[in-house]
């Protein structure tokens, strides 16, 4: 079993929104290397996390964000554990 730092899966989210460099009104500000990303303050706390088929997880966030799917070989990416970084470099 391993755990998993929330605020580590919420930042490694993969839905299309998060990848693409944040929400529609964060893209819409120039970017500026001062500026940083204002997460809501319950965006790293868990409402509850629902099975997908037999292939991955989706988290929903108590901030209302649902939209990444974290498939099983991701999350073993994603893995803080020796054991399973050590698997994936074999």
Request: net charge negative; with cysteine.
């Amino acid at each position: 079993m391993s755990r998993y730092p929330l605020a580590a899966l919420r930042a490694a989210c993969p839905c299309a929104e998060c990848r693409s460099g944040g929400t529609r009104v964060e893209r819409s500000i120039p970017e500026d290397p001062l500026l940083l990303p204002v997460l809501p303050a319950r965006s790293h706390e868990l409402e509850h996390i629902e099975q997908v088929g037999n292939y991955a997880l989706q988290m929903i966030w108590k901030d209302g964000h649902r939209f990444g799917i974290y498939p099983w070989e991701y999350l073993w990416t994603l893995c803080p554990c020796e054991e399973h970084r050590a698997g994936l470099a074999s």
